[in-house]
Nanobody, 123 residues
């Protein structure tokens, strides 16, 4: 499956952004999806994941209560709604996919990755 992330941009602290990840090549309905991010000089870190059915969502502690991940399998798209953004959320955000994955969601060994979209939060 090929993934294309978009929706990043520059926003002030406290603002919101919505990221999109569009898939092609295969239907997303059998894929667990996730978002990771990587700030300059730091390792790529887990942000959020959603099960293939959409029935389960999982978040890093740093974004819990502020970010919401969702999916529309009919549109082959997943979303990351980011509210109450902080400067420390500044990073390149990547979407990833793995068929029926349900363990070690935080690990970076996902099957497919998109190209990333830059999110910059100014203070």
């Amino acid at each position: 499956v090929q993934l294309q992330a978009s929706g990043g941009g520059l926003v002030q602290a406290g603002g919101s952004l919505r990221l999109f990840c569009a898939a092609s090549g295969r239907p997303l309905s059998t894929y667990t999806m996730s978002w990771f991010r990587q700030a300059p000089g730091k390792e790529r870190e887990f942000v959020a994941a959603i099960s293939w059915s959409g029935g389960g969502t999982y978040y890093a502690d740093s974004v819990k209560g502020r970010f919401t991940m969702s999916r529309e399998n009919a549109k082959n798209t997943v979303y990351l709604q980011m509210n109450s953004l902080k400067p420390e959320d500044t990073a390149v955000y990547y979407c990833s996919a793995d068929r029926y994955r349900n363990t070690r969601l935080w690990s970076i060994d996902w099957q497919s990755w998109g190209q990333g979209t830059q999110v910059t939060v100014s203070s």
